[in-house]
């Protein structure tokens, strides 16, 4: 099993930042790719932004390519997301998540474990 604990959500005006993070815990030799997703109230969960297990393999969403960053620390077993020029559009609860396939791939479906999620609200 693998654990992942996300942090550093919280409440910003229009056009601030904010940085969540995700450590990771357990069988974390099992881990791949990694990534974020979000769900707004009333929406599906969708996909947001994944990385590679190197780390050099990046792909986002289209509404926050530009202005989120994802990185990873495997020596730390961390997982990032740097959030920036955030909108009110931007207002979900965020999860992190892990996968176990060696293939990259870059989706809801890609991933085999999930945190609890931390709370983002972006106000205008």
């Known amino acids: 099993q693998v654990l992942l604990v996300e942090s550093g959500g919280g409440a910003v005006q229009s056009g601030g930042s904010l940085r969540l993070s995700c450590a990771a815990s357990?069988?974390?030799?099992?881990?791949?790719?990694m990534g974020w997703a979000r769900q707004a109230p009333g929406r599906e969960r969708e996909f947001v932004a994944g990385?590679?297990?190197?780390?050099?393999?990046?792909e986002y969403a289209d509404d926050v390519r530009g202005r989120f960053i994802i990185s990873r620390d495997n020596a730390r077993k961390t997982l990032s997301l740097e959030m920036n020029s955030l909108k009110p559009e931007d207002t979900a609860v965020y999860y992190c998540a892990a996968s176990t396939k060696a293939r990259v791939e870059f989706s809801l479906g890609a991933y085999d474990y999930w945190g609890q999620g931390t709370q983002v609200t972006v106000s205008s």
């Open positions: 357990g069988r974390t030799d099992d881990i791949y790719g």
């Open positions: 990385v590679n297990w190197s780390g050099v393999i990046t």
